[in-house]
């Protein structure tokens, strides 16, 4: 399984980012997927996941109502847009899935560097 995230740069504090993770050698139609982050000197953290029918979805209170993830089963894929983005959001992203609620994340991405300047 492979996925690739891209979408990922440098931003001015208020500004938007929209990022993708294309997910190949797996028909993830029926994962969930997520979206983690880690900045520098702290530990990886959830930001947002997606049930694999995208009815529900699931936010760290750090992001609710700024990020919305979003998925398109066809095309394999799974989105994070990125608004009213702070200095505070600054690491490296990372796409995840996982065939259940009930086990950890099993597959992982290369992840992407957001980097937000104030």
């Known amino acids: 399984v492979q996925l690739q995230a891209s979408g990922g740069g440098l931003v001015q504090a208020g500004g938007s980012l929209r990022l993708s993770c294309a997910v190949s050698?797996?028909?993830?139609?029926?994962?969930?997927m997520g979206w983690f982050r880690q900045a520098p000197g702290k530990e990886r953290e959830f930001v947002a996941a997606?049930?694999?029918?995208?009815?529900?979805?699931y936010y760290a209170d750090s992001v609710k109502g700024r990020f919305t993830i979003s998925r398109d089963n066809a095309k394999n894929t799974v989105n994070l847009q990125m608004n009213s983005l702070k200095p505070e959001d600054t690491a490296v992203y990372y796409c995840?899935?996982?065939?259940?609620?009930?086990?950890?994340?099993?597959?992982w991405g290369q992840g992407t560097q957001v980097t937000v300047s104030s």
């Open positions: 995840a899935g996982r065939r259940s609620r009930i086990i950890q994340y099993e597959y």
């Open positions: 050698g797996r028909t993830f139609g029926s994962d969930e």
């Open positions: 997606i049930s694999w029918s995208g009815g529900s979805t």
